[in-house]
């Protein structure tokens, strides 16, 4: 193809994509329905202190995570996830986790401990929820 015909090409596939990121932020930041305040006191996550002297692990609020994480974001460094605060050893060193559902397991660990993986794969089992419920899905299951 040639430039000249390119350009314009390339010039309305920006604005299109434009529109549509500005469309996605308008309809996730606007109104009350959703967004944090919206979750339930109830739910509850994993959490894991990464701090090696430390290594506390513990359930807080869904709720309490998310406003943590909203309060320590900074703008510049959107591609990470914020440490949250331990409340065991005080520092910044704690991120959400897995609890691996093995009954006769049980361990709390970070997502993707097992590389190449499912996020979920327990590092101390093997065992994996998502893994599970693909199984069942395939083989006719719920």
Known sequence: MEDSKKKPI???VIIVCLGVAGAVTFLRSGGSEGGIDSLSDDKMTWVNCN???CKAEYEMSEKQYFKGIEERMNPAAMLSTPA???EKCDEPSVYKAFKCGNPSCSAV????SVPNDFADRCPECKRSETEE???ARKAGGP
């Open 10 to 12: 390339m010039i309305a």
């Open 51 to 53: 701090n090696p002297q």
């Open 84 to 86: 949250l605060v331990c």
């Open 109 to 112: 660990f970070f997502a993707n």
């Open 133 to 135: 419920i693909r199984k």
